[in-house]
């Protein structure tokens, strides 16, 4: 189950996100607050994943200064906000998630569940305002980099960065388990990966799985 703390300024917006995680059984509201700097009293505990929607561009710079000083943050970010093209050159070592501020509850989870594991997770319609080292997806999950994995391995490996099992994914695909082994295996030979999580990682890095 991942921590997870919620930072906005806005009242209603923090209630809001409060609403949308706590009806996730995946995961556990561990506290909110106004400012990045509310985090201060968690940093000597394990780091919760932090969501955060910064409401103007002072914000972002007081979060981007945070982040710099503590690497072992991992965040959730909604935008988009003036001065976010920064957000790629300070987060690009570490966990981290950036969807729009109308993103719904699954995609909020999603990415939640994604940056706990390790994983970045950039939101195809907010990404291209990043830093142009960000490559964007492109539609239908499919990118220039992905003609090695066929249609079937793509949606395999997008439901692997979703951190479902074997059994779930089968179902979702109406494929047998033992067939979803068969494309999981393919998928870390073609990506040369030695795990699923890496597989996954390897994935995102390359633009093949859109959350």
């Known amino acids: 189950m991942a921590q997870v703390y919620v930072i906005s300024p806005m009242p209603a917006v923090r209630a809001g996100l409060y609403a949308m995680l706590q009806a996730s059984a995946d995961h556990e509201v561990v506290g909110q607050g106004t400012s990045i700097s509310s985090l201060d009293s968690l940093l000597e505990a394990q780091l919760p994943v932090v969501i955060i929607a910064p409401e103007t561009e002072d914000e972002m710079d007081e979060i981007l200064e945070y982040a ?14 003036a001065g976010d093209e920064r957000l790629a050159q300070v987060f690009s070592a570490r966990p981290w998630s950036y969807l729009p501020r109308n993103a719904n509850g699954d995609d909020l989870d999603a990415a939640v569940t994604a940056v706990a594991q390790g994983l970045i997770v950039l939101h195809p319609s907010i990404a291209s305002r990043l830093s142009p080292s960000i490559p964007t997806p492109l539609p239908n ?11 079937r391995e793509q949606e395999v490996l997008h439901l692997l960065a979703l951190g479902l099992p074997n059994k779930t994914i089968a179902a979702q695909l109406t494929i047998s388990e033992h067939t979803v082994k068969f494309h999981v295996a393919s998928i870390m030979a ?22």
């Open 141 to 151: 999950h499919i990118s220039a980099d992905s003609t090695d994995l066929s249609q």
């Open 68 to 81: 710099e000083g503590y690497p072992e943050l991992r965040a959730v970010v909604l935008g988009p906000v």
């Open 190 to 211: 073609k990506l040369g990966a030695t795990s699923r999580t890496e597989a996954v990682r390897l994935g995102v890095r390359r633009g093949l799985v859109v959350l």
